[in-house]
């Protein structure tokens, strides 16, 4: 189409949530899955031998992203984050970066562009550029909606029975880690809570391809007896 594109990528790997773990894709009615997106998952099939891949590795999808950037001859530069955003008359200008590994005002690169996009999960050049946006959950009632703010819905909550006490049984001796004892908000109300965030990684039953998981530093295993508790039930 004739334009000129700049990525600029914080870390050092292109594709975000897809290379970086997720691999296993929800998709619903993969017929409704067409253009780049369906090029994607077929480029993935033909690593795998298939016609079309939807669960994969993480390192095959950064490779397909690697090669789609270098077959567009698009630069990218890696390692870098907003630190400023300059506008005039409500549009932006101009950004800056810096280095994220070994931040230094010698490394700061100035970027000219008539239109910026924010890919993040994080959204900061949103925030660098003062624009309006929203964290948590809308209620209902903001848009004329459904689906927004609180819902206790079937089939995302805990069975019943599964005791929510340190001691089971004994409410003196508090809740589990991660159980607040706030009311339930009515339906649809908004708030300001985010999702919670989790690592998402590749296991392998190959002892030839196998890594021990070990036991992290500072572990603390009270944080998971809900867990263990649910699996119970």
Request: aromatic content about 12%.
């Amino acid at each position: 189409m004739g334009k000129k594109v700049i990525l600029i990528e914080p870390g050092k790997y292109l594709g975000g949530l897809t290379s970086g773990g997720l691999g296993y894709t929800d998709i619903g009615n993969k017929y409704a899955i067409t253009g780049l997106a369906l090029d994607f998952y077929r480029r993935m099939g033909k690593h795998y031998g298939k016609f079309e891949q939807w669960i994969f590795e993480p390192y095959v999808a950064e490779e397909i992203f690697n090669e789609y950037i270098s077959r567009a001859n698009i630069p990218v530069l890696f390692n870098y984050r907003i630190i400023k955003a300059e506008k005039n008359n409500g549009f932006i200008k101009e950004i800056t970066v810096e280095n994220s590994t070994s931040a230094s005002a010698s490394s700061n690169k100035t970027i000219t562009a008539k239109m910026y996009i924010d890919c993040t999960y994080e959204g900061d050049l949103m925030g660098k550029a003062g624009i309006s946006y929203t964290v948590g959950r809308e209620s209902n009632a903001a848009y004329s909606e459904t689906y927004n703010g609180v819902q206790l819905m079937e089939g995302h909550q805990f069975p019943d029975g599964i005791d929510p006490y340190k001691i089971p049984g004994d409410s003196s001796s508090g809740l589990l880690w991660g159980i607040s004892n706030d009311k339930l908000a009515a339906t649809g109300t908004g708030d300001k809570k985010v999702q919670a965030y989790n690592y998402r990684i590749c296991l392998i039953d190959d002892p030839k391809n196998m890594k021990p998981i070990d036991r992290p530093e500072n572990y603390d295993s009270t944080r998971y007896e809900l867990l263990v508790r649910l699996f119970k039930a």
